[in-house]
């Protein structure tokens, strides 16, 4: 099977101007998703997983800026498209869900209005069918009684509830790519996994794309087909789920794994990484960002990061891979 | 929501039976004795006892207070010393036209404000944010009065471009036919575009010098409360959804950032009804201000009383107004009742 890339970034930097001076958020970032492919991207708070979703969407904070790369998605490169070409493809073809559904919709608009209002933008529904195409929607994501829900305003609603809203609002235009940024956040556990099921279940009917950032690898690898580990704004392994369980190459995603609860892991053993994320307002950063936390720093880190090809799909950068 | 304004009518009482009781306390606790007043300064001390016993001063305070509030009930609100007129007749002549005059003002602040604020939170850093922040500072630095007077200064003194200071209308022209006392309203119902020229030519200065005053305010806390809204996690929602920047300033941004505006319109509006005080002063506007000032003056307890009354209602009415708004804009707060 040849795989199509829905969206490829390339060489992805970004950058915040803050008071404090320019931090250098992401450099270099570069990975691929495929058509029908979820790939997670995972990484601590603060590794980039988010401003790289929010620098493809377009929607990074005025202070943030794109300062290199690509992401190529549809034959047009995103990052240079117009603000209003890229509202055009948001929500229609490239959509994004977010953490703290409460929060994430509007407090004081019925959610029904909410899913026209996406439809009716796109024009996936005139100003009078949208209504009931937004009911359709809320069937989709399994919500009981849509009739009445599309009623309700969110503060009205559970968590649970409001994240299919925001499914429903994300894929109510049929969109080729779907960015699902810890979408389970702040939900109970039975409650993740359901919305973790109808998320996968959907992007399957349509072949969608799906790219899951989360911190929790133990539901990035139950999920997903292939895993992004980032840390302080560089890609350091991209390997399927498999793979990096079984054999993590980088040191950084080795201690990710050691810290991750799962079967064979008791409490006691569960490791957490010393040191934290390097300052990234510093002119004279290593290369290497997980260098000054690393056990297997040698001389040779000090070089320019290698992109390592270790297995299929598998890549590294590391000079002392395990 | 009609539920919500029964509740906000019945926590409405007990504010209007204090404000009964502290009017009659303060007006005969202030100093200054109304029948000494009004026998005049060559009195001997058995025309000044008359006149008290005429007035009822000489009984006991509760005694004085019971015979007030019967007369509240019967709606008398007794008569003015000064001028012998009822307080009540009075009011009603004279409420119009600060009613008038503090609605306009109000109206022109929020047609500035309000667009400025939005302006400056969606532009923020450029010059109309700085625009905003210029025009903010110089409305809360300068008194109302002041303002009032370096206009008439200007623009009457110097520039000539507004009319004397005198009231409503040009002397030369008689009012419009009462029908909502609102002389820019009732000129034009009567068709008489020369009474409604000369009305809008009086009312200009005052107005905007209270405007001035409450605009800042209402500036300021529209572009504050825009900032954070555009901020939220649901805007980015909204972004993220593809939404066109219209709906998502106005639709979306907006509606949520109304809701602290109102509750400020609110604010603003009680202190322009205490501004009005000033302004009238300054422009000879007839209106319960000017009234309420005078009577203080002569220690004419009726009127004092009258407006203070007059003001609680409003402000009672007011504050039922914004909730009723805000319930009617934010669906959580209908929940709450």
Redesign the interface.
């Known amino acids: 099977m040849t795989a199509i890339p829905a969206l490829a970034v390339e060489d992805l930097s970004v950058e915040f101007r803050t008071r404090s001076g320019v931090v250098k958020v992401l450099e270099h970032v570069g990975f691929s998703v495929d058509k029908g492919e979820t790939v997670a991207l995972v990484g601590e708070s603060g590794s980039g997983k988010s401003v790289t979703a929010f620098a493809v969407m377009g929607i990074l904070d005025a202070a943030g800026k794109v300062t290199s790369g690509r992401a190529m998605f549809g034959g047009s490169d995103l990052l240079a498209l117009s603000e209003r070409d890229l509202a055009e493809q948001r929500g229609r073809e490239l959509s994004m869900i977010f953490q703290n559904p409460r929060t994430a919709l509007n407090p004081i608009r019925r959610v029904g209005r909410q899913i026209a209002d996406v439809l009716v933008r796109h024009g996936g529904a005139t100003r009078n069918d949208a209504p009931r195409a937004a009911i359709e929607m809320l069937k989709k994501v399994r919500i009981p009684d849509p009739e009445r829900r599309a009623e309700a305003y969110p503060f009205e609603l559970s968590g649970g509830m409001c994240q299919r809203i925001m499914i429903a609002i994300a894929l109510a235009c049929r969109p080729a790519l779907l960015i699902a940024d810890e979408p389970t956040t702040g939900l109970d556990v039975t409650t993740q996994a359901v919305i973790m099921d109808l998320i996968g279940e959907l992007a399957g009917e349509s072949g969608m794309a799906t790219i899951f950032i989360t911190h929790d690898l133990a539901l990035a690898a139950e999920y997903c087909d292939r895993i992004v580990v980032m840390h302080a704004g560089h890609i350091v392994e991209a390997a399927p789920g498999r793979a990096l369980f079984d054999h993590a190459r980088h040191p950084y995603s080795a201690k990710l794994l050691a810290a991750t609860p799962g079967e064979t892991v008791s409490l006691d053993a569960l490791a957490s990484i010393p040191g934290g994320l390097p300052d990234l307002r510093r002119p004279d950063l290593p290369p290497c960002r997980y260098s000054g936390r690393c056990e297997r720093r040698s001389e040779a880190c000090d070089q320019p990061l290698p992109q390592r090809t270790v297995g299929e799909h598998h890549v590294v950068a590391c000079w002392n891979p395990l | 929501m009609l539920n919500l304004l029964l509740s906000r009518l019945a926590t409405a009482i007990p504010s209007i039976v204090g404000v009964v009781v502290v009017t009659f306390m303060l007006t005969r606790l202030l100093p200054g004795d109304p029948a000494a007043y009004f026998a005049g300064l060559a009195a001997s001390p058995q025309a000044i006892a008359e006149i008290r016993t005429k007035l009822g001063l000489d009984k006991s305070l509760p005694e004085q207070f019971v015979a007030y509030v019967g007369d509240l009930v019967q709606g008398n609100l007794g008569n003015s010393l000064s001028t012998g007129q009822p307080v009540v007749t009075e009011i009603a002549t004279r409420l119009p036209a600060s009613a008038e005059l503090t609605l306009f003002a109000l109206i022109v602040a929020v047609a500035i404000a309000i667009p400025l604020g939005v302006l400056a939170a969606v532009k ?1 850093g450029t010059w109309v944010d700085h625009l905003c922040r210029i025009v903010t500072t110089a409305g809360v630095s300068l008194p109302v009065f002041f303002t009032g007077l370096l206009l008439a200064y200007v623009f009457y003194y110097l520039l000539q471009w507004a009319p004397a200071p005198t009231g409503r209308l040009d002397i030369f022209l008689s009012p419009p036919p009462d029908i909502t006392g609102f002389y820019l309203i009732d000129s034009m119902l009567s068709g008489n575009l020369e009474t409604f020229w000369s009305a809008l030519r009086q009312l200009a200065l005052p107005a905007i010098s209270m405007a001035i005053f409450s605009l800042a305010p209402l500036a300021r806390m529209t572009r504050g409360s825009m900032l954070a809204v555009l901020g ?3 805007i ?10 219209r ?1 998502v300033v106005f ?2 941004a907006f ?2 950032a109304v809701l602290p505006v109102i509750t400020t319109l609110g604010m603003v509006f009680s202190f322009l009804l205490g501004a009005n005080v000033l302004v009238e002063t300054v422009f000879a506007w007839p209106g319960i201000g000017l009234y309420a000032v005078n009577a203080l003056i002569t220690s004419d307890y009726a009127p004092v009383q009258g407006f203070v009354l007059t003001m609680a209602v409003l402000y009672v009415t007011l504050n039922l107004t914004i909730d009723f708004v805000y319930g009617l ?4 707060v209908r ?1 709450e009742s």
């Open positions: 923020q939220s996690d649901f980015r929602t909204a972004r993220a959804s593809g939404l066109s920047p709906t639709t979306y509606r949520n804009v934010d669906p959580r929940l």
